[in-house]
Each structure stands twice: as C-alpha cells, then as structure tokens.
C-alpha cells in the first residue's frame, strides 16, 4: 500500500466531510506518538471533546480503546452522521454525541483521557470549558489540549482567502464583506463567517492562566511548527533520511517539494523559515508560532 500523501490531504481536506476526517486520522496517528510518551493508549475510556468529523476518535479506537466524539454542529448539519460513518467504514468503534463542551453531558469521572484538538479557540468560555473537562477525567486522568495561536500569521482560520499573513486579524471588522467576495457562494461564505466569529482570540498567556484555575497540573507544552504543508513534507522527509541513515532520499525529497511547491507556497515557506527563530521570544512567540500542543493532568486529590 502507497504511503499517505500529506499535501494532497490537506490540499483536498474541505472538499467533504470524508475528505477530512482522513486529515484528522492521519495527523491523529502523529500526535498520538506524543499521547504514548504520557499513557498506554490501549484500554482507555476516551472523550474526544469536538469530534469534527472524528478523525482522531477513529483512530483511537483503533488501537482498543473506548471512544466517545462528541460535538455540537454549529458549523455544519449533518456533520455527526458524517463521522459516525466515517468510523464505520474504518471498522472503529465510536459512540458520536451531540453536546455542548460547556456542558458536558457525562458524569464525573467518566474518562481516562481527553482529547480536543483545534477546539478550545472555538469556545466562548474556555475556563468554563478546562473545568468541564477536569470534572468528566478521573483523578490522575490526562488531557490532550492543542490550538492554533490567534495573532499568528494564520490562527484567523481563513488562510484559503487570505494568503497575506494576520490580514483578518488586523482588519476583522472587513472580514466579512471580503468573505462575500472571495468565496464561491453564500454558503461557503457564511459557513466562514460564523468560523471566524467563534474564534475567542486565544492567546498562549491566556491559556497558561487558565489551566491552573481549571484545576489542571501541566505535563508539558510544545511549540509546533509550520513550514507549508510542501515545506513539512520535505522536511520530514530530509529528518527521514538523516535518522535512517540514507543520504539518497535527500536529494528525492527536494525534488519532490520542487515539483510541488508553487512560486506562492514557497514564498510563504521563506517566510515561515524566517519567522520561525522569533517564536521562541516572549510576546513575539504569540506573533509567530503557529500553535502548541500541551498534556494536563488532573491531580489526584
């Protein structure tokens, strides 16, 4: 079997709900490496806490777990039909729940691990939300959190239609007529505006502050990186080569990316390489890192 390629999925990830949760699934198996550092994800009561389309629930469940997706559909009908079907034909087990992350309709308790990637940014309360899930995780229970920074060049969430990096987030009051007149029909359109709208600005000093009145204990926080999904491909593939011992697939992986990169991607590969030294200064790191990823616990007393 063919590997999967990364740039052809996120290139084609909004063409359908299936389109993406198999972005989800693939990235899910990536972030899952970082999971299995902190608990043996075999066994495990599982709430993926903003499902989507269930991506990441579905490949959980695949390594023995019990796995619940929940979300709401405030960006899509029918997109939990989407993801229970998904998970179905990826012959994993997962119970889909309409639900509101403030309000958790589950007992204390309930859960060994908790996941929410890419949703917390979505959320009115976040604390709100932190607290929800501490109180649905057993003592001693984990949570996986990780979102896109707001003032970074793309946290705005509209990088199709806005290729001019923090663009919205300078002129937010002019996002929506620009929406109408960038995207294909009203449809697409509104779907965009309410996506941006549901955006709660969050920075990392926020959520640092948040976690503890949440009555979590952090394990640990990454910085991501992000180079274009061209830029990623060919970096991994060079980091491949370099741990594998194989200097040939070095060459291969360039031209690769030459093949692929476009004169605008690999423009904003330039720009992201040169940004990338000034994330890990503070009050800039909010500017130019792309996201984190963070592990929570919930003590034990």
């Not at 359908?16 to 949760?21: I, L, T």
């Not at 699934?25 to 599982?46: E, T």
């Not at 997962?94 to 908790?114: K, N, Q």
């Not at 970096?235 to 060459?251: G, N, T, Y």
Request: net charge positive; with cysteine; charged share 20%.
């Amino acid at each position: 079997m063919s590997e999967v390629d990364p740039v052809a999925l996120a290139r084609n990830r909004l063409r359908s709900p299936e389109d993406y949760a198999r972005f989800q699934l693939f990235h899910a198996a990536h972030q899952s490496k970082l999971l299995q550092r902190f608990v043996d994800l075999k066994g495990k009561r599982i709430l993926d806490a903003g499902c989507g389309t269930a991506g990441f629930a579905t490949y959980l469940a695949t390594l023995g777990n019990t796995v619940v997706g929940l979300d709401s559909e405030d960006f899509g009908a029918g997109m939990l039909r989407a993801a229970l079907d998904f998970a179905r034909s990826q012959r994993a087990q997962v119970g889909i729940v309409h639900g509101d992350l403030h309000h958790l309709p589950f007992a204390d308790g309930s859960f060994d691990l908790l996941v929410m990637n890419s949703v917390l940014e979505h959320t009115a309360d976040p604390l709100r939300v932190l607290r929800e899930a501490r109180r649905v995780l057993v003592p001693g229970g984990l949570a996986f959190v990780d979102f896109p920074l707001y003032y970074s060049p793309y946290g705005h969430h509209l990088a199709q239609f806005f290729p001019v990096p923090w663009q919205p987030v300078v002129f937010p009051s002019r996002v929506p007529a620009w929406l109408d007149e960038r995207c294909p029909d009203a449809k697409t359109a509104a779907h965009h505006k309410g996506v941006f709208a549901s955006l709660s600005k969050l920075t990392l000093r926020r959520y640092l502050s948040l976690v503890p009145q949440a009555g979590f204990e952090r394990l640990y926080l990454r910085k991501n990186w992000f180079f274009t999904d061209e830029g990623q491909k060919m970096l991994s593939s060079i980091k491949r080569a370099v741990v594998e011992r194989r200097p040939a697939l070095v060459p291969q992986a360039i031209a690769t990316a030459a093949r692929e990169f476009a004169p605008p991607t690999f423009l904003k590969f330039l720009f992201f390489a040169a940004i990338f030294p000034f994330q890990w200064l503070p009050g800039l790191d909010e500017l130019t890192c792309p996201g984190v990823s963070t592990i929570l616990r919930r003590p034990l007393s």
